[in-house]
């Protein structure tokens, strides 16, 4: 067997064919079952957009429909799930109230069946209905209120806005909503999905699997920089000190949030309809203090950094969106999960169709035949951070 060079993060290292999505780095082009991203966000559904994913075709009207009348039926959470959810404390992350509800499903749907299509379609059904009606009912507990039920008369996005307001959204809002679910739904080998593909290779359930990526997207480099964002832009406070805020960045080597991929050397497509969605929201409901504070960082930063193709990515502009729709900023990573949750199935179902366990190597840089030394011989430490 070859011994392979080792690649630090695994850049430009295959871990799987795939056919669910595409991404041109250079070219700034995303194509879900290559359908390009912009064509999906404006004439499609997120839960049409999942079905493709998950099932390799849109739906049919009437496939469509019935996908999401089972959704809607089994939006509702189990009362011991809830009861478990209270539990939590009111000060730890949503993010991490949510990889431990998700985990939870598991204990109440165990039966596991992988090799049987109706068990397959269920757990995906259960797990793309119950994600937004945990991660909202814990916004509701942790603020000493009852959960709000999931409203049987509106669709996906306008229920999830409801459960966090108990008012029914306006329909722009609820449509900008779900685009920004569309938008999250995918993105080829990225650190999450490939965290739930590992999961997935042990032949574990589908509730592991969704928790593993959960737990993986919940990083600042990952899913936690659209919350990190908002902080930066609340701390740069005017646009003046745009500037030399940027300055320090480079210069103190501390990176700035919401730009930089590992595969797009161009601003990312997604950012650039989520920067219009934000300014349809901000003409309808009124201007926002930070959106002048975002466009000079982002003037600064491709001033400064485009050279090295660091430009805006995903998670710049979706706070901006996820603030004017009235979302708490520690919610904005859990919204990223309830999107995300489509493309973590849709690489479960592929890598199960093929599975082989995954188990790479490593290269060995420690010690051989090494003493063992009697505890009460041990000098005390000349090794560092013990
Ligand atoms: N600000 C300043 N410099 C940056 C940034 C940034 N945001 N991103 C990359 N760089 C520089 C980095 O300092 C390095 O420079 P040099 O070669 O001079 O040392 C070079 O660009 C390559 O950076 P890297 O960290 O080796 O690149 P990577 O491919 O390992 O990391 C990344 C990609 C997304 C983790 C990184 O760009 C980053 O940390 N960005 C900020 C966090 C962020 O916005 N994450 C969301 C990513 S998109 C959605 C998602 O995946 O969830």
């Known amino acids: 067997m070859n011994v392979c060079e080792y690649i630090p993060g695994l850049e430009n290292i295959p871990a799987a064919r795939s056919s669910i999505s595409y991404v041109d780095g250079q070219e700034g082009i995303l194509e879900y079952r290559g359908i390009r991203i912009e064509e999906l966000a404006e004439k499609g559904s997120f839960l049409e957009t999942a079905y493709l994913l998950i099932w390799g075709e849109l739906p049919t009207k009437s496939e469509l429909e019935i996908f999401e009348m089972d959704i809607r039926y089994h939006r509702r959470i189990k009362y011991r799930i809830r009861d478990m959810m209270k539990c939590f404390p009111e000060t730890g992350h949503p993010m991490d109230a949510l990889q431990t509800s998700a985990a939870a499903l598991g204990l109440f749907y165990a039966r596991r069946a992988l090799d049987n299509p109706d068990y397959i379609r269920k757990a995906v059904v259960r797990l793309l209905a119950k994600i937004p009606t945990m991660v909202a009912a814990s916004h509701q507990m942790r603020r000493g209120n009852d959960p709000i039920q999931p409203n049987d008369n509106l669709d996906y996005a306008a229920n999830f806005l409801y459960m966090m307001t108990e008012r029914k959204p306006d329909p722009l809002e609820a449509r900008i909503f779900d685009v920004c679910l569309t938008l999250h739904a995918e993105h080829t080998m990225n650190a999450s999905t490939f965290s739930a593909m590992v999961t997935a290779s042990t032949l574990t359930d589908p509730y592991a699997v969704v928790a593993s990526a959960v737990g993986t997207l919940a990083g600042p480099l990952h899913g936690g920089a659209n919350e990190e964002v908002l902080r930066m832009l609340e701390e740069i406070g005017s646009v003046e000190n745009v500037r030399p805020y940027i300055e320090n960045c480079i210069v103190n080597k501390h990176k700035i949030m919401g730009f930089g991929h590992r595969v797009y050397k161009v601003k990312d497509p997604r950012a650039n309809i989520l920067q219009s969605l934000a300014e349809q929201l901000f003409e309808k409901t009124g201007h926002d203090e930070y959106y002048a504070i975002a466009l ?91």
Do not use: C
């Open 296 to 386: 000079e960082v982002e003037k600064v930063v491709e001033e400064k950094l485009g050279h090295k193709g660091i430009y805006a990515n995903v998670d710049f502009y979706s706070g901006l969106v996820y603030r004017k729709l009235g979302i708490p900023s520690d919610l904005f990573t859990p919204l990223f999960a309830i999107a995300r949750v489509a493309g973590w199935l849709a690489h479960w179902k592929e890598q199960l169709a093929v599975n082989r366990i995954f188990r790479p190597t490593q290269v060995y840089i420690g010690e051989h035949n090494m003493p063992y030394i009697p505890i009460e011989k041990r000098a005390m430490s000349q090794r560092n951070g013990h």
